[in-house]
């Protein structure tokens, strides 16, 4: 009786092993070009252990030559047919599907039989859905090397539901540990690009010229392959490009450019979401590319759109015909994100005329140096949420005036200043106690360790309903070692309020 070993399926295209040599991990069996044979030997001796064969890639690789003409002879008096044992080193034998105890002999009896089937791991039973739910947890690395098990394991690597969502990021500074990150992402967008439905691309700080480049070729290959082979992709997110930046010459911001525009002149129909906050280009630039997402039909089906700094800083986008009659062709917002420079008259009545049974949320960032030379009259506003970051305003008039007003509205307050000149641990709390709504507050400024006390005293006594709370104090000291001590009493003293009711964050943080 014979029992053949599963000829695992192997992709050689797997650019995360770490081998020098990919043509060593893979050849024919018996001279059949469908079945292959990972790092294999017969056994040597009856039950045998397969962890005794396992060695390491490297091992294995200076070893092919001598093991090639050695391994595959069969021993005299040993069955005519060969026995492979497989083993991967790297994953370890609990996740090894399949453990036999081979034996070699003229013939393999029935309680050879079923020492195999006690012996098979339990991982060879598992369920698609949940070897599913297992890959998903799994690092691009880890299910490059788990695909490699078995067949059934390798199928599951081609789930459409592992790569519905997607977050490539490109490092913008020269390194050898992110050297092959360009085409490693080319490489996955070809292998699995065409199960994409949420696509999120980040490129951080690039360093100089060589380094945009390279970026600019990747994404040319990365949205052409998109376009040729997806058909579902509803969410894309490219954020924080700052093409304004001297890194990006002219020739590498016009065919980044070029390149964007093609693919969504194929794939503005289908998408549902797009970001291309912090792009800083030009109003011709941002408006060919806003155009192109209704290539071919005038209108844009898209419900969220978030172009704040799509253009670059102080422009005067409001006097721009090309963005108003850009604009007129969304027909279907319902969150819409952009700058105060981009806002007139105009835009404001195409918006309400197209979508006017649909927007339901707009944000509009502010500059202080906004080119605006108009106003819009408002005669009551509903302020939810509010940021300030400005190290040189004066806030004492702000958290005592202007806040209050907004008492029974103001959900979320996100504070960020320089107020080592003068002390707002009591005006914050007040605004606290004030604005009955508010669920989150977040502050980084010079406090008192005390006035985080104050906040959960509060708390508990029910005088504020926080949610969130996130606080990092500033010190003028390089030790914080006293403010770290009296945090943990604080944290100690409120530790039940704080696991239970509580999104908590507090940090003392030296400005030296």
């Known amino acids: ?79 005519s047919r060969e026995h492979v044992t497989v083993f991967f080193p790297h994953l370890g034998k609990p996740c090894s599907p399949h453990h036999y105890a081979v034996h070699q002999g003229p013939l393999m009896d029935e309680d050879c039989e079923v020492t195999q089937l006690q ?12 070897l599913r739910r297992v890959f998903w947890w799994l690092g691009d690395r880890d299910r490059s090397r788990a695909a490699l098990v078995c067949r059934k394991w390798n199928q599951i690597m081609y789930s459409a539901d592992l790569w519905r969502y997607r977050t490539i990021t490109f490092s913008g500074r ?43 070729v990747t994404m ?95 422009l005067a986008v409001y006097g721009s015909s090309q963005f108003n009659k850009a604009m007129a062709t969304f027909r279907n917002l319902t969150f819409l994100t952009l700058n105060y420079n981009c806002i007139s008259d105009e835009l404001l009545e195409t918006l309400s005329e197209n979508n006017a049974g649909t927007l339901r949320t707009m944000n509009i960032k502010c500059h202080v140096h906004d080119p605006h030379g108009q106003e819009i009259p408002v005669r009551s506003i509903s302020l939810r949420s509010c940021y300030f970051s400005d190290p040189d305003w004066s806030m004492r008039p702000t958290l005592t005036d202007l806040l209050p007003t907004f008492r029974n509205t103001l959900q979320k307050l996100t504070f960020e200043f320089n107020n080592n000149h003068e002390s707002l641990d009591e005006q914050l709390h007040l605004l606290i106690l004030a604005c009955r709504k508010l669920f989150y507050f977040k502050i980084w400024a010079f406090l008192d360790v005390k006035f985080v006390e104050r906040i959960l005293k509060s708390q508990e006594e029910g005088q504020c309903s926080l949610h969130t709370l996130k606080v990092r104090i500033y010190t003028n000291r390089y030790e914080t070692n006293e403010e770290d001590r009296t945090l943990r009493e604080i944290y100690r003293k409120y530790r039940k309020l704080i696991d239970s009711e509580l999104n908590y964050f507090v940090v003392a943080y030296p400005m030296m």
């Not at 064969?53 to 091992?59: I, K, P, S």
């Not at 967008?189 to 600019?216: C, D, M, S």
Request: aromatic share 8%; hydrophobic share 40%.
């Open 174 to 216: 020269p390194s050898r540990v992110h050297a092959s990150e360009f085409e490693s992402a080319l490489w996955y967008i070809k292998k699995f690009g065409r199960y994409l439905e949420h696509l999120e691309i980040k490129f951080l700080n690039p360093y100089n010229a060589v380094l945009t480049k390279k970026f600019q």
């Open 220 to 314: 040319r290959g990365l949205l052409s392959c998109l376009g040729k082979s997806n058909n579902r992709l509803r969410s894309l997110s490219i954020q924080h490009l700052e093409l304004d930046r001297l890194v990006w010459r002219n020739s590498i911001r016009g065919s980044l450019i070029k390149s964007l525009s093609f693919f969504l002149k194929k794939m503005g129909k289908h998408l549902d979401h797009l970001s291309l906050k912090g792009a800083r280009l030009t109003v011709e630039q941002g408006c060919h590319i806003l155009n192109s997402l209704s290539y071919m039909q005038n209108e844009n089906m898209a419900s969220e759109l978030n172009i704040e700094d799509f253009f670059s800083h102080h």
């Open 1 to 79: 009786m014979q029992h053949p070993l599963p000829s695992p399926s192997v992709d050689l295209a797997t650019p995360d092993l770490g081998l020098s040599n990919r043509q060593a991990l893979a050849e024919p069996v018996g001279g059949c070009a469908s079945q292959r044979r990972l790092w294999a030997w017969p056994q040597r001796a009856q039950g045998a252990s397969p962890d005794a064969l396992g060695v390491g890639v490297g091992a294995a690789a200076r070893a092919e030559g001598q093991a090639r003409s050695a391994s595959l002879q069969p021993e005299p008096g040993a069955a």
């Open 119 to 130: 012996e098979q791991s339990c991982w060879a039973t598992l369920p698609d859905v949940c």
